[in-house]
């Protein structure tokens, strides 16, 4: 593709809205340096940042910081961010008061006399267009006349925090572009870098790769987005780069590696598997699955072959715990003791082996352990309030579906049975409060299940693996719908606020609840999940995944 002529004309274009923007920063306790690389022959430059908090600075706190391109309204009005996740979009001037109507937040408009008559009757929100970051590597839009492009390109996702599954926004009507690199949302204050007073830290964020390209005809301006696939291939193959002049990015021959395999044992089976697919990190030293929730430090990831092997190259000299999570089983791991890795130095951690939670057989589950809700029932959006990317993918990016529950459930909630209902279509993806009389509140679902045999001296398990919560509290009782204390509860937990920004999934949590033979009954049992607390749409708990396990026979 053509472009290295006409990159710097794109830069002029773009007007310049922010540039590796540190925002919510409490005080001005920080120092920032800003880079800019223009190599010779290259098409599009490299930026990166380092930030700094001497240990003579009064404390602060981050919460989010990015790079942010303002782009010429005239020139670019289509945006991709995936090979099916594209799109023209409206003009900013289409969001003015006078051609939308304001949504449930500011976020969120309907556009009801857009400049352009295509894009009536759409909502437009930015929340809309999130990934994760191992899914946004490259990212940007398209001018058709003349047909040229302009890209971000994370080669690597090492300074960013919360692991490849972190979600951030990306691009959104303005035209704006945006890297987002440290980010509290969908995860809230849980992930705030907080630094005390005197507490030294540095870090650096980037490089990253803003690439422009070319076409020599309108028609060929789909093959931009190819080209830029293509260089991001080419940029993270290169990685780290050997431009950075700075003792705080280590060069290739400055960093370590990382072997090793990764077994999952079933102990109620006595069984090892290979971990398929299963996500494996390095970040800093914390209990198990603390990463999630780590933004000061840098993190390595990668995901096991069919055989569980794993190789991580390319990890900065430091301490770190090794961490995993496994799509298929519940919980987390963590390796035990901390590896120090040194320069030029491979460490092969041999076997490990993930002791998942398990306790008895199965007697039923609803969902599938990877901590998301997709695979739950999704709504039609209101017909009135639709964006046309989603129609047939990604449904839940729909604005407003939490409204959906109170049509499906306007009397009473959620009532699920076990062998009769079916995950797909009769578990609502997020337990949502219910509007009843314009005010909301809080809501109970059942499962009710069959016990053909009970062991009432022994102790069955209830594993809730939740997705997301938002301000949420979730009590559990067991055929006493009013049981007061109740079995269990998760107490206020989560600041995700997924629902509201179209996620299917936010910080990971599980709980294991013990539930006592005695409070079953051989035959029809009900378990009633409470989401307490009201007030608000968007308060909610989407679920992973649940089971039921029985105590093991022969062990009483």
């Not at 990668?302 to 090794?322: Q, V």
């Not at 990877?370 to 695979?375: H, K, N, T």
């Not at 997301?468 to 606020?497: W, Y």
Request: proline letters at 6%; glycine letters at 6%; a negative charge.
């Amino acid at each position: 593709m053509q472009g290295a002529q006409i990159c710097l004309a794109i830069v002029v274009l773009v007007n310049f809205m922010q540039i590796l923007h540190a925002n919510y920063i409490t005080t001005s306790s920080s120092i920032q340096w800003t880079r800019f690389v223009l190599l010779r022959g290259s098409s599009g430059f490299y930026t990166y940042a380092i930030y700094e908090h001497p240990k003579d600075f009064p404390g602060f706190t981050l919460t989010n910081t990015r790079l942010a391109f303002k782009l010429n309204k005239l020139w670019f009005n289509y945006m991709a961010m995936s090979d099916y996740r594209q799109r023209k979009l409206p003009l900013p001037d289409d969001r003015s008061p006078n051609r939308s109507e304001a949504l449930a937040y500011p976020e969120a408009v309907l556009l009801t006399d857009p400049i352009e008559p295509e894009f009536k009757g759409e909502v437009d929100d930015k929340y809309q267009y999130s990934g994760e970051a191992k899914d946004i590597q490259v990212h940007g839009w398209i001018c058709s006349n003349p047909p040229t492009g302009l890209w971000q390109i994370i080669p690597n996702n090492e300074f960013r925090s919360a692991g490849p599954t972190k979600q951030y926004l990306t691009s959104h009507v303005g035209p704006t572009s945006l890297s987002v690199l440290l980010s509290t949302h969908y995860s809230g204050q849980e992930l705030m870098a907080e630094f005390k007073d005197g507490e030294p830290w540095k870090k650096v964020l980037g490089p990253l790769f803003v690439y422009a390209n070319s076409a020599k005809n309108e028609s060929d301006s789909q093959q931009l987005w190819e080209d830029a696939k293509q260089q991001l291939s080419v940029e993270a193959k290169r990685w780290p780069y050997t431009f950075a002049v700075s003792d705080d990015y280590p060069s290739a021959d400055q960093r370590g590696s990382i072997s090793g395999s990764l077994l999952v044992y079933d102990s109620y089976l006595k069984t090892n598997t290979s971990a398929n697919k299963a996500y494996v990190g390095f970040a800093a030293p914390g209990d198990v699955g603390s990463w999630q929730r780590e933004s000061k430090g840098y993190q390595f990831w990668t995901t096991t072959d069919d055989k569980g092997h794993f190789t991580i190259e390319n990890i900065r000299p430091g301490s770190y715990n090794l961490y995993a999570w496994v799509p298929g089983f519940i919980g987390d791991y963590k390796y035990n003791d901390i590896v120090d890795i040194t320069a030029g130095h491979a460490i092969d951690l041999g076997d490990l082996v993930y002791d998942h939670p398990r306790d008895g057989p199965i007697l039923w589950e609803i969902g599938i352990p990877d901590r998301s809700a997709a695979e739950f029932f999704i709504p039609d959006p209101d017909p009135n309030l639709v964006n046309k990317l989603y129609l047939t993918r990604d449904r839940y990016r729909q604005y407003g579906l939490w409204q959906r529950y109170t049509d499906l459930y306007p009397d009473e909630d959620l009532i699920y049975t076990v062998n009769v209902s079916t995950y797909q279509k009769d578990w609502f993806f997020a337990q949502v409060t219910r509007n009843v009389s314009n005010t909301y509140q809080g809501t109970t679902w059942q499962i009710k299940f069959q016990l053909d045999k009970l062991i009432s001296s022994g102790t069955y398990y209830l594993r809730l693996s939740l997705a997301s919560a938002t301000d949420s509290e979730l009590q559990v009782r067991i055929n006493d719908r009013h049981e007061n204390p109740p079995l269990f509860t998760t107490g206020l937990i989560g600041h995700d606020n997924t629902i509201a920004r179209h996620g299917i999934h936010g910080l990971y949590w599980l709980y294991n609840v013990t539930i006592p033979g005695n409070k079953l009954v051989q035959g029809n049992n009900t378990i009633f999940l409470t989401q307490v607390w009201g007030l608000s749409p968007w308060r909610g708990i989407l679920y992973d995944y649940i089971r039921l396990e029985a105590p093991v026979a022969d062990a009483y």
